[in-house]
């Protein structure tokens, strides 16, 4: 039976790719970005939305409700991917990576939720990443954000199950995407000479572009996860793409001083002169 599949960050990469998995499952697809015209291609339902933005998120609603009296499956996928020492961050820069990755999804599911409990088997999906599981120098702020995420995932877990909601977090591993290029020019915006992490410029945008070295086809991670979500009773944590297993392990089994010593060499920290 076809789903109703409300899905946020549909422009590129993961969303988009989820997007038309979904389609390709036969299910009913309503896709939001930005920028509409991003979407372009798609067939199915296509939406103007800001994740950040109240009166975004309200007129969504709003349009969707004029032809659905029901969401099945809601996945909260936009996000930014923040890069660069945060001792050093600008803190509205902190702010907006948190804003968007960790409040924008609860605030979407806020907003859809009385349209979930409509559903006879609704589904809530967080994006969140293995950047979650596991630190690395460099990302704190968006390793931070998903962390959060999965946190509220975890709540939201037990606290909509008594509601008949199910709520899984998906933590992809590397996914091709513009995420990394994406960061590395927002690192440019902020990161001047007189910045005490300057001399390791080409190691934070290094660490920016490392998630993407051998990454998974955004194409073949969705739908391996659109799979695992068309399972009757999906697992809470699904991890698919390039080292979505491996790094959860090293933070599980390889000791913190151990783990903090690898990366700061692997991320040029050894470089950097008190």
């Not at 996928?77 to 960790?102: F, H, Y």
């Not at 697992?235 to 979505?244: L, N, T």
Request: glycine share 8%; charged share 20%; net charge negative.
């Amino acid at each position: 039976m076809s789903r109703i599949v409300l899905i946020t960050g549909c422009s590129t990469g993961i969303g988009r790719a989820l997007a038309q998995a979904f389609i390709d499952n036969g299910d009913i697809v309503l896709a939001t970005a930005r920028n509409p015209s991003s979407l372009n291609g798609l067939d199915c339902d296509q939406f103007a939305l800001d994740v950040t933005d109240a009166d975004s998120l309200s007129a969504l609603h709003k349009e969707v409700s004029k032809t659905y009296d029901k969401v099945d499956v809601l996945v909260n996928n936009a996000g930014v991917a923040t890069m660069g020492p945060v001792a050093t961050m600008p803190l509205d820069t902190l702010r907006q990576q948190l804003e968007t990755n960790t409040v924008a999804p609860l605030a979407v599911l806020q907003t859809f939720l009385p349209m979930l409990q409509e559903s006879q088997a609704p589904m809530l999906v967080n994006i969140g990443s293995v950047s979650g599981v596991l630190t690395t120098p460099f990302a704190g702020a968006y390793c931070a954000s998903k962390r959060a995420l999965h946190a509220l995932g975890d709540a939201l877990r037990m606290e909509l199950g008594p509601l008949g909601i199910r709520v899984i977090t998906v933590q992809p591993g590397g996914v091709k995407s513009a995420l990394g290029d994406n960061a590395s020019a927002e690192v440019d915006r902020w990161l001047d000479q007189d910045n005490l992490y300057w001399p390791l410029r080409d190691d934070i945008i290094g660490r920016a572009k490392a998630q993407q070295e051998g990454a998974t086809a955004a194409d073949k991670f969705a739908e391996e996860v659109v799979v695992k979500l068309t399972d009757e009773k999906p697992e809470p944590i699904i991890r698919a793409g390039a080292k979505s297993t491996l790094l959860p392990a090293l933070e599980r089994w390889v000791p913190t001083e151990r783990l903090d010593a690898l990366l700061s060499k692997k991320f040029g920290l050894n470089k950097l002169k008190s």
